[in-house]
DNA sequence: CAGACGACTGAACGAGTGTTTAGTCTGGTG
DNA sequence: CACCAGACTAAACACTCGTTCAGTCGTCTG
């Protein structure tokens, strides 16, 4: 127990990791059989040390918890938040736990809900700082306008891992991390263009719904 | 089999749309005997009339493949691509089909992929049309505008799913069709922001990429 | 050295799954 | 009527899963 929090190679903890591995690559749909197997261990002591595979989800939660709230800390100024786990995803170290973290979003657990409230409070917090020095325009619900942005990034995590899955079969050394980069690149140029320029031509939409909400404010 | 075009509430298509509605609000680890006991059948008779319960799902897959190609059709007038499936929540009758498709993308089979490609061709065509009609501006990466808009979509039905998953402890009758909608209703005004006037203040951003683009184009 | 304790294993258990099978009922056909 | 094909069911089968259990090994302690 006091080995553990020096030395965090022992078998306890090489469980855990191999469990956060097989858990992002194939969903938590995994029999611990595969992840004793990862780990060189059998099923058994896996319970033996965690007490049950919902505990060990557990763990693998906070674990990942953990080591992306360390990452964050370090680099929250110098990326937006919607670029941490793109950039997680490029250091190979952090690369399963990006495979974790969308897995808990398919899969809907405490952990994807807190993940997104999380991303989507450093989205505003990031915002409100670069609305205060001017790069970024005010906005007059700066809390949807967070939520609007996080789900984009959301969406493509998913789609990421849509395409990561599908070309499984053909070549299984697709990783998420991979797509997910691909990914940004193929959008990058075009939310750039919508960042700086918007969509639209006109305000007239803008207009219309405004109005509409100050004569019926109810929908 | 000449009976079932005509009336189409023989037993299998019965056995059909339960699994849809269990697929959708459960998602695709239910068992076969709740869907059985849904359609008021033994388990059995689903083998007996589909094979398998993987055949089975392709059947369901066809079915809301068809159903929205068929909505699709007669509406891709009325609504832009990314509210089609707003719209079809609203309506009660499709309500069950867009929890399946949400499902379908959280579980990452070949329907969620032809799923998000139709809508990115759709948005792609849609936004085609309206640069041509001067209500949207152009972009030099048109595709890639498409990708990153359906992007925004497909993050707020996941977390649209998140929420309606999460309160399903406490109040179950929380439905992803209505969580959708509440959903829509707190990003519409930041979203409408967004696409009007654009998020940064200056262009420094995407000139810089540019550039750089311009001088190494590699990555 | 004797004893105890924790890491660890291999085999088994019980519950769940999808599927099979034997058999019943029903409606139409010669 | 006899017959039969298909819808349908209840029970069982085979398998996988998480979990348990009895027991072995090595190490530390008195």
New interface residues.
């Given amino acids: 127990m006091n080995v553990r929090s020096a030395d965090d190679l022992t078998t306890r903890a090489r469980i855990r990791d191999a469990a956060v591995v097989r858990f992002g690559r194939d969903g938590f ?1 995994v029999g611990l059989r595969a992840i004793a197997s990862d780990a060189g261990v059998s099923p058994g002591l896996v319970i033996h040390h965690f007490g049950s595979k919902e505990r060990l989800r557990g763990e693998c939660d906070a674990h990942v918890r953990r080591t992306i709230r360390e990452v964050k800390a370090e680099a929250i100024t110098q990326w937006s938040p919607g670029q941490i786990l793109g950039e997680m995803s490029n250091a190979a170290e952090y690369a399963p736990l990006v495979g974790y973290v969308v897995r808990c ?4 657990g ?1 952990l ?2 807190e993940f ?1 409230e999380g991303m989507v409070a450093d989205a505003a917090a990031y915002l409100e700082e670069a609305v205060d020095a ?4 005010p ?3 700066p809390p ?2 967070a ?13 990421a ?3 990561a ?2 070309g499984r079969g053909v070549s299984p050394t697709v990783d998420p991390a991979g797509a997910l980069g691909q990914m940004w ?19 007239d ?2 207009d219309e ?1 405004r109005t509409a ?1 100050a004569g019926d404010p109810s ?1």
């Fill in positions: 749909r979003l398919l899969d809907g405490a994807a809900a997104v001017g790069t970024v325009r906005s007059s619900d949807g306008r939520r609007y942005l996080i789900a984009t990034t959301v969406g493509m995590l998913v789609i891992q849509l395409e899955d599908a690149q193929t959008v990058l140029l075009p939310g750039l263009e919508m960042m700086t320029d918007g969509l639209l031509t006109s305000s939409l803008l719904y909400m929908p």
